[in-house]
T-cell receptor, first 109, second 114 residues
Framework: KNEVEQSPQNLTAQEGEFITINCSYS?????LHWLQQHPGGGIVSLFM???GKKKHGRLIATINIQEKHSSLHITASHPRDSAVYIC???????????FGTGTSLTVIP | DSGVTQTPKHLITATGQRVTLRCSPR?????VYWYQQSLDQGLQFLIQ???????AKGNILERFSAQQFPDLHSELNLSSLELGDSALYFC?????????????FGPGTRLTVT
């Protein structure tokens, strides 16, 4: 059983499209992270959420603690957004981290 | 550049051997995390240190051990290596240990066990 489920697994979009990636989790959490991993392998933390909504540029992340669900939105997508997006949660009990399997996004010019 | 450094970048070794991976956190960060990313298991949390003390433990095998030194750098020791230990090992750091602190990831060490 995977504590964190992401959808979709793969996503291809045209440049300029609005993109949504979803993350559902089954454990009580203290925080949820959205990570971006580029083809070269490097990982960048995009957002850390414990409630509500955050926005950085064209990226928006929301979390609904009651429904155990988070979404990552990319507005006006661009080819440079092509990467794997990974959802990670920090378990409330024990501080363990659980990761989703990632969403591979390709944005076509 | 996140400010987190990891050495070496690549490591190729044989089964049964022992290796040490090194991580230097961002200046001022007190907490260090280790993660393993393999093709079949994805990203997994191994262990977290805060100011020299173990803070949280994940799926770290008994053959693996880690520590954080007084200068805050950390080392991950992998022994009796098996083919399945081949993976990318990431280190991340954060200012403090709590869940509300952003993590900054290093570039990773790619370990190949032959």
């Amino acid at each position: 059983k995977n504590e964190v489920e992401q959808s979709p697994q793969n996503l291809t979009a045209q440049e300029g499209e609005f993109i949504t990636i979803n993350c559902s989790y089954s454990v009580g959490i203290s925080a949820l992270h959205w990570l971006q991993q580029h083809p070269g392998g490097g990982i960048v933390s995009l957002f850390m959420l414990s409630s509500g909504k955050k926005k950085h540029g064209r990226l928006i992340a929301t979390i609904n603690i009651q429904e155990k669900h988070s979404s990552l939105h990319i507005t006006a997508s661009h080819p440079r957004d092509s990467a794997v997006y990974i959802c990670a949660v920090r378990w409330l009990l024990g501080n363990q981290f659980y990761f989703g399997t990632g969403t591979s996004l390709t944005v076509i010019p | 550049d996140s400010g987190v450094t990891q050495t070496p970048k690549h490591l190729i070794t044989a089964t049964g051997q022992r290796v040490t991976l090194r991580c230097s956190p961002r200046s001022g960060d007190l907490s260090v995390y280790w993660y393993q990313q393999s093709l079949d298991q994805g990203l997994q949390f191994l262990i977290q240190y805060y100011n020299g003390e173990e803070r949280a433990k994940g799926n770290i095998l008994e053959r693996f051990s880690a520590q954080q030194f007084p200068d805050l750098h950390s080392e991950l020791n992998l022994s009796s290596l098996e083919l399945g230990d081949s993976a990318l090992y990431f280190c991340a750091s954060s200012l403090l240990a709590g869940p509300s602190y952003e993590q900054y990831f290093g570039p990773g060490t790619r370990l190949t066990v032959t």
